[in-house]
C-alpha cells in the first residue's frame, strides 16, 4: 500500500514520511552521519590534511592539486602492504558495556607470560581487574628503596566532531556516533587504569571545558590543554594528578609557521616540567611531551620537520635545568609505523634524510602513484627557528666504492640510489640529542606461530601501529606495559569503535621507576 502511495502521490509520501521520521527521533540516522563542512566531498586542499584521514584533494607541496575521490581512495588501500590493509569487518553490533580491563605485562616476562588474550570470562576479568588495581597501588607509592613508580598512558580519543567528518571510515552503530554514549565508553577505561599522567590527542574543545575537565579533576587529576591552530575543534590535553606532580613548566608548541607554505598545517604539541612531590623532595623532574603529528602519507618530510620542533623545544626546557632531569618521556600519535624512517628518527636520533622519497617515510604507504619527489638538501624552511635548524649535522654521503651497500640499509638511512653514485661529499641529517626507547615491542608471540604484529589503531582505511610510547634511558627502568588486543578480536568486534570501545584508537600504557638522582643521558644536550 505504501509503495502504491509512493508511485501516485511520490512527492507527498516523501514529505509524510521525512515528517514522521522527525517527530520520532531528535537525530535521524542520516543527520547523525552527514559530513561536516571539511568533509572529503568538499575539501580543496590537503593544507590541513592532518586529522589522520583523507580530504578530497591534496596538494603536493607546489601547488597543483589531485581529486581523491572514492575510487582512487579503494585502490590506494589495495595498493598498501597486505600487514596494513584493512580486512573485511564485521558489521559492529549496538552498544554495549565497556571492554573488559587489560592487564599489565611485565617487560621481563613479556615474552614468556600471557601469550594469548585474555577469554572475556568473569574469572578473566575478576584476575585482569586484581591485576590493574595492584599496579595501580604499587604506581601510588611515593617511592621506596627501589625508586619511584610512575605510571603513564596516551590516548587518541577521536573527537566527535571529526567522527562526523570522516564517518565512512567506521563501521560502528549509529549509537556510537553520539557522544554522550561514547564518552561513557572512554570516561569509564581512561579512569579505571588510573595512571598518574594521561596524554590525549583528539580531546574536542568545548568537550575539555564540559567533559574533560570535571570528570578527570574529580578524580584528582590537574591539566593543560592546547588547542589546534587554524580554528580547528579539537587538540591536545595532558593530566597529571595532582597529589603527586607539580607543574613547573609548560611549553605549548605550533607546528604552524606563517607565511611558510610547508609548515601551514595546523597540528600541535605539548611539554611539560612535572616536580614528583615526595617527602624526600630529592627528585629531579621529570619531561613530558604530547603530540599529534600530521596524517598525509605522502609527507614524510612535513612530519620530521615537526617532530624536529618538538625535539627543539624539549631540548631547551631540559638545558635550562641546573640540577637536570630524572627522564623524559614522549607520547602521542606520530601517524607513522614502526621501522620506518619516521620512527627511525626518533629511536636513533639521525636521519639521512636528503634524497628520500618523502612518501615512504612515515612507512604507510608502500606504493603509490604519481612521480616520485625527494626530500631536498634543505628540510627546513629558513622561517623556522635557529634552535630547530641546529638538529641538522652534516653526515658523510654513501659511496658505491666505499664497499658493498644493501637496499636495506640505504632505506634505512634514507639515501637513494643517485645519491650513492654521486659527489664525494657530505649529506644533511636530522639529529636529535635523546636515546629514546619504545615501551611497546611492536610484536605480539602466539604459541606455535609467527608472532603478530602489534596495532593501535584500525578502521576501514588502515589498520596498524601509529600511537606511541617514548622514554630516555638511564636510571629510567620499564616495569610494565598495557596489554594491546589482538586484531582478530578487533575485527570481529567489527573495527574501532566498537560497541565495548570508545575510539578508532586503542589507549597505551606503561609503567616506570624512577631514581631520585639526575639523568646522565639528558646532561650536556
Request: net charge positive; glycine share 6%.
Amino acid at each position: 500500500h505504501q509503495q502504491h502511495q509512493q508511485h501516485q502521490h511520490p512527492q507527498q509520501y516523501h514529505h509524510q514520511h521525512h515528517h514522521h521520521h522527525q517527530q520520532h527521533h531528535h537525530q535521524p540516522h542520516h543527520q547523525l552521519r552527514q559530513p561536516y563542512p571539511g568533509d572529503r566531498r568538499h575539501q580543496h586542499s590537503d593544507a590541513h590534511h592532518d586529522r589522520g584521514r583523507p580530504h578530497a584533494y591534496e596538494t603536493t607541496g607546489h601547488g597543483e592539486s589531485r581529486s581523491r575521490g572514492w575510487r582512487h581512495r579503494q585502490q590506494e588501500t589495495k595498493d598498501r602492504h597486505p600487514s596494513s590493509r584493512p580486512r573485511p569487518l564485521k558489521r559492529a553490533a549496538l552498544i554495549g558495556d565497556p571492554a573488559p580491563p587489560r592487564p599489565w605485562v611485565d617487560v621481563v616476562a613479556s615474552h614468556e607470560a600471557r601469550t594469548e588474550q585474555p577469554q572475556h570470562t568473569a574469572a578473566a576479568i575478576a584476575a585482569a581487574t586484581a591485576n590493574v588495581d595492584a599496579a595501580a597501588a604499587s604506581a601510588s607509592a611515593c617511592g621506596d628503596d627501589a625508586g619511584k613508580h610512575v605510571s603513564m598512558c596516551t590516548y587518541n580519543v577521536l573527537a566527535h566532531a571529526l567522527m562526523h567528518q570522516h564517518s565512512y571510515l567506521y563501521n560502528c552503530s549509529r549509537h556510537l556516533f553520539q557522544w554522550q554514549e561514547r564518552k561513557r565508553l572512554l570516561f569509564t577505561e581512561i579512569l579505571h587504569y588510573k595512571t598518574d599522567i594521561v596524554c590525549l590527542q583528539e580531546v574536542q574543545a568545548n568537550h575539555y571545558e564540559e567533559d574533560y575537565t570535571k570528570v578527570l579533576g574529580d578524580a584528582g587529576y590537574d591539566s593543560v590543554y592546547k588547542q589546534r591552530t587554524g580554528g580547528k575543534p579539537d587538540g591536545l590535553a595532558m593530566f597529571y594528578k595532582r597529589d603527586k606532580f607539580r607543574l613547573e613548566e609548560y611549553r605549548p608548541v605550533d607546528y604552524f609557521v606563517p607565511g611558510c607554505s610547508v609548515l601551514n598545517r595546523d597540528n600541535v604539541g605539548q611539554v611539560v616540567l612535572l616536580k614528583p612531590l615526595c617527602e624526600q623532595d630529592d627528585y629531579p623532574p621529570i619531561v613530558v611531551a604530547n603530540t599529534h603529528l600530521l596524517y598525509n602519507p605522502r609527507r614524510g618530510d612535513i612530519k620530521l620537520i615537526q617532530a624536529a620542533m618538538l625535539m627543539s623545544q624539549i631540548r631547551d626546557v631540559i638545558s635550562a635545568q641546573k640540577n637536570g632531569v630524572s627522564g623524559l618521556f614522549i607520547m602521542g600519535d606520530f601517524n607513522s609505523t614502526p621501522h620506518s624512517m619516521m620512527y627511525q628518527y626518533l629511536t636513533r636520533g639521525q636521519l639521512n634524510y636528503e634524497g628520500a622519497d618523502r612518501a615512504t617515510i612515515s612507512g604507510q604507504h608502500v606504493k603509490k602513484k604519481g612521480p616520485k619527489r625527494t626530500v631536498e638538501r634543505q628540510l627546513l624552511p629558513r622561517s623556522v627557528e635557529p634552535s630547530v635548524h641546529a638538529l641538522l649535522k652534516p653526515t658523510q654521503r654513501l659511496m658505491a666504492g666505499a664497499g658493498a651497500v644493501s637496499a636495506a640499509a640505504a632505506a634505512c638511512t634514507g639515501v637513494t640510489d643517485q645519491l650513492r653514485h654521486g659527489r664525494p661529499d657530505t649529506v644533511q641529517a636530522l639529529t636529535h640529542p635523546f636515546a629514546l626507547q619504545s615501551a611497546y615491542t611492536h610484536v605480539m608471540p602466539r604459541v606455535g606461530r609467527a608472532d603478530e604484529p602489534e596495532i593501535t589503531t584500525l578502521h576501514s582505511d588502515f589498520a596498524g601501529t601509529v600511537d606511541y610510547m617514548f622514554y630516555s634511558g638511564g636510571p629510567v627502568r620499564q616495569l610494565s606495559r598495557l596489554e594491546l588486543v589482538r586484531r582478530g578480536i578487533l575485527e570481529h568486534e567489527g573495527g574501532l569503535p566498537s560497541p565495548t570501545r570508545g575510539s578508532d584508537h586503542l589507549m597505551l600504557g606503561a609503567q616506570f621507576q624512577l631514581r631520585p638522582e639526575r639523568n646522565p643521558d639528558l646532561d650536556n644536550i
